[in-house]
C-alpha cells in the first residue's frame, strides 16, 4: 500500500492537530478514513473535511468520488477548508 503524506490547512490543521501526517493509503477516500482513524474527536474533524476540498499531487480532485481517486507511493494531500475572504 502506498505511503502518502497529507497536509493540513486553516480550520483543517486546528482540527487534526497537526499540520501533516503520513498515512497509507491506495485511495483519497482510504487516505481520509484512515486520518479519522487517527483522531479521538473525530466528529469535530469529520466536519471539517465535509466541507473542504482537496488536491493530490497539486491537481483538485475536484468532483470526483474519493473511492475512484488513486494515490501513488508518495503522493501528497493537501486538504482545504473553506477560506474566509476567497
Given amino acids: 500500500m ?3 503524506t497529507m497536509r493540513y490547512w486553516a480550520a483543517a ?3 487534526a492537530g497537526v499540520a501533516q501526517e503520513t498515512l497509507s493509503a491506495a485511495t483519497l477516500a482510504e487516505a481520509l478514513a484512515a486520518a479519522v482513524a ?3 474527536a473525530a466528529a469535530d474533524f469529520q466536519a471539517v473535511l465535509a466541507r473542504s476540498s ?3 499531487n497539486g491537481e483538485q480532485a475536484g468532483g470526483r468520488a474519493a473511492e475512484t481517486v488513486s494515490l501513488p507511493e508518495g503522493a501528497v494531500i493537501e486538504v482545504l477548508p473553506p477560506f474566509a475572504g476567497g
Fill in 2 to 4: 502506498p505511503m502518502v
Fill in 13 to 15: 490543521k486546528q482540527a
Fill in 38 to 40: 487517527n483522531r479521538a
Fill in 54 to 56: 482537496f488536491l493530490v
